[in-house]
């Protein structure tokens, strides 16, 4: 079965940076089809995505981040990352890594890690 983990610390200081990790089993970040995202959650706010790496190791940003957002991989490890720089308190939320699965007839978010809360306050 396909497992999604994050990880990192809990806690980061306002203008450093928020830096996660997100383990992969059961499936391969490099396999065809499918697309690699995080996601987050403020309190009383929806989701908000934030970007996705494909398998070619690109990639991509919602405009509102993509200045302060860097996701990469480590195909060794089958993990990807998200670093978000400048960080504020508005970046306080839970954050997600979620598979997105491609195919012909069906696509969409079909893994869901179980969410690690991030908090940035001095």
């Known amino acids: 079965q396909v497992q999604l983990q994050e990880s990192g610390p809990g806690l980061v200081k306002p203008s450093q940076t928020l830096s996660l990790a997100c383990t992969v089993s059961?499936?391969?970040?490099?396999?065809?089809?499918?697309?690699w995202n995080w996601i987050r959650q403020s309190p009383g706010k929806g989701l908000e995505w934030i970007g996705y790496?494909?398998?070619?190791?690109?990639?991509y940003y919602s405009p509102s981040l993509k200045r302060r957002a860097s996701i990469s991989r480590d195909t060794s490890k089958n993990l990807f990352t998200l670093q978000l720089t400048t960080v504020t308190p508005e970046d306080t939320a839970v954050y997600y890594c979620?598979?997105?699965?491609?195919?012909?007839?069906?696509?969409?978010?079909?893994?869901w890690g179980q969410g690690t809360q991030v908090t940035v306050a001095s």
């Open positions: 059961g499936a391969s970040i490099t396999a065809d089809t499918f697309y």
């Open positions: 979620v598979r997105w699965s491609k195919s012909d007839y069906v696509e969409g978010y079909d893994y």
């Open positions: 790496i494909a398998r070619s190791g690109n990639a």
